[in-house]
Nanobody, 123 residues
Framework: QVQLVESGGGLVQAGGSLRLSCAAS????????MAWFRQAPGKEREFVAT????????FYADSVKGRFTISRDNAENTMYLQMNSLNSEDTAVYYC????????????????WGQGTQVTVSS
C-alpha cells in the first residue's frame, strides 16, 4: 500500500513558477516509477510527466516540455514537479501517481493516486 499527498498548488500569475511536491508513505517509492497527471474542468485527466525508479529516465508531455521538470528524492520518498513559464492552459488539478513498473504516459500503468492539488494560473 502506498499513500500519496500532493502539495504546493495555488494561484500564480501567467509567466510565474510553482513547485509541486508528492509525499509518499507506506512502501518505498523507489520500487516504482512515478508520474504527474492533471485534469482541467470538463476535460479528461492527461499525462504530464513521469520519472523512472532510479530518477534517470524522464518523459514529458509535449505541452510542458522545456517548461516543467520532474524529479524525485527516493531517500525522502518524495517527487517534485517544477513548473516554469506557466500559462492559462496549465490550470488544472494536478495528481501524483505511483505503482508503474516503468515510465509510462498511460493512466492504467499506475496503481496509487493522490487526492490532487489545484493549480490556477491567472492572466
Amino acid at each position: 500500500q502506498v499513500q500519496l499527498v500532493e502539495s504546493g498548488g495555488g494561484l500564480v500569475q501567467a509567466g510565474g513558477s510553482l513547485r509541486l511536491s508528492c509525499a509518499a508513505s507506506g512502501r518505498a517509492a523507489s520500487r516504482y516509477a512515478m508520474a504527474w497527471f492533471r485534469q482541467a474542468p470538463g476535460k479528461e485527466r492527461e499525462f504530464v510527466a513521469t520519472v523512472s525508479r532510479d530518477g534517470v529516465v524522464k518523459f514529458y508531455a509535449d505541452s510542458v516540455k522545456g517548461r516543467f521538470t520532474i524529479s524525485r528524492d527516493n531517500a525522502e520518498n518524495t517527487m517534485y514537479l517544477q513548473m516554469n513559464s506557466l500559462n492559462s492552459e496549465d490550470t488544472a488539478v494536478y495528481y501524483c501517481a505511483v505503482g508503474g513498473s516503468s515510465t509510462s504516459r498511460t493512466r492504467t500503468n499506475y496503481t496509487y493516486w493522490g487526492q490532487g492539488t489545484q493549480v490556477t494560473v491567472s492572466s
